[in-house]
Structure formats: structure tokens, C-alpha cells
């Protein structure tokens, strides 16, 4: 069900972002494709792990990309609430770094995993500052 919450909120991200503009759309988009393939894969991994069938494992996946979708058609539908959309899917994202991730990073030994943090910061002000279209 967390997943699942998580997803929709990353569908409203994505349209939120095409609402504001198509460059910041583009970059939600890009970012959520790129970790729903991992997402999918792990989901379905925990359910074939807990002795569910493949059937299951992947109907819980699709439902993962289910959700995303409901949450971009929630924001079509409500586009003029986009002052709270992206906001809102912002402080989810934040939640979910600053709760899971971040503490995952801390207790890896050495400074690669740190080190992978920064760079991720690191190439989205990239994208801001050299790609971003004002």
C-alpha cells in the first residue's frame, strides 16, 4: 500500500511538472521512469519472495504503474490545483529521502555511497542551470 501511495503521488510529480512547464515535465518524467523499472522489479521480487505466484508479482506490479497513471489523470483533472500538487508530491519525495535513503547512505561504509548522493545533486543543478529554458 505504501508503494502504491508513493506511485500515485509520483503520477501527480509528472503532470504537475508538464502543467508548470515542459522542460520541468520532462526532467520529473525522466527521473520517475527511471527508478519505476528497479521499483517494479522489486516489488515483484518481494511478492515471489513471500511465496506468492508470478501472476501476483506481476499484477503488483502493474498496479504500481496503475497508480502512477491514476495520480497524472488526478492532476489533468484538477490542473488548476497544481499550486498544491507539486508542492505536495515535492514534500512526499522529500519525506522519502530524508527518512529512508539518507539513513541507508549513513550506514554504508566509505564515501562512495555519499559520494553517489552528491552526484545526483549535483546533476540536477546541472540540468537546472544549462538546460533549463526560462
Known sequence: MGLLIHTFFDGIAIASGFIVSNWLGWIIFIAVF???IPE???IASVMLASGRSRGFAWS???MLGAATV???MTMALF???VGFGLPLSAGVT???AA????PEVNQETGVRMALLVFVGAACMFLLDRFFHVH
Open 94 to 96: 522529500i519525506y522519502v
Open 34 to 36: 527511471l527508478h519505476k
Open 40 to 42: 517494479g522489479f522489486t
Open 60 to 62: 503488483t506490479s502493474a
Open 99 to 102: 527518512s529512508d535513503l539518507i
Open 79 to 81: 490542473r488548476r490545483e
Open 70 to 72: 491514476a495520480g497524472v
